[in-house]
């Protein structure tokens, strides 16, 4: 083989391998060591039921930390102004795609619980992404619960998100001196869509609850 012929296709070579080779951040977050890898289920299901009240198994991830590397994604959850009072605790890591991972995290304060997951991008080594998957808030007048189902619903062999909402409320009626009870379901659904999860319709929103029922704790 001609030198001129062997040097273009030694280039050739590295450029293909260059280019099929899985693309990977030169630094990882520090916050992916709190996570242990664990498969996922064709259907997991994330709820926070009754006899949550200990602390979930994890570890425990220095607030400081958290906070610092994901506060801006935080910002949503309303009982989590004070977040040097939460314990933030690092459940699993497990694999979306090959370019995405998600970490389950466990956040309590107070009475307040919460099961986020977030959304880790390889290639760019940043979250990039955070949903509540499960909730439980609220006081004496009124209570909110939240669960979600993490499974292939469109049959694209992604995961997808459905998530369901219970509201309940008692609410005093001074004219007839009793007390008014109200309970409300909803559910939303997202498909993830090239690097994120993204709400869409749902048709049939009855269909949907009936299919995905959540377990009430009140």
Not at 69 to 77: F, H, N, V
Not at 121 to 136: C, M, N, S, V, Y
Not at 188 to 208: E, N
């Amino acid at each position: 083989m001609p030198k001129s012929l062997f040097f273009f296709a030694t280039l050739f070579a590295l450029y293909w391998n260059f280019s099929c080779s899985p693309v990977t951040a030169e630094k990882d977050s520090p916050l992916l060591g709190y996570f242990k890898r664990q498969p996922l289920a064709d259907t997991a299901r994330f709820e926070l039921e009754e006899g949550t009240d200990n602390e979930p198994g994890g570890d425990t991830i220095p607030n400081a930390l958290f906070f610092k590397e994901l506060g801006a994604m935080m910002t949503d959850i309303d009982y989590l102004a004070d977040s040097l009072s939460a314990t933030v605790m690092g459940k699993y890591r497990f694999e979306l795609n090959k370019r995405f991972d998600a970490c389950l995290v466990d956040i309590r304060q107070n009475w307040f619980k919460n099961q986020s997951l977030l959304v880790y991008d390889k290639h760019l080594g940043k979250f990039t992404q955070r949903i509540t998957l499960a909730e439980w808030y609220g006081g004496e007048s009124g209570q909110i619960l939240t669960g979600s189902w993490l499974l292939d619903y469109n049959g694209d062999h992604q995961k997808d998100l459905v998530t369901r909402v219970m509201e309940h409320s008692s609410i005093f009626n001074a004219d007839t001196d009793e007390v008014n009870e109200r309970s409300d379901e909803s559910a939303s659904l997202a498909l993830w869509q090239k690097d994120s999860f993204v709400g869409v319709p749902v048709k049939d929103t009855a269909a949907l609850i009936k299919r995905f029922p959540i377990k009430s704790v009140w």
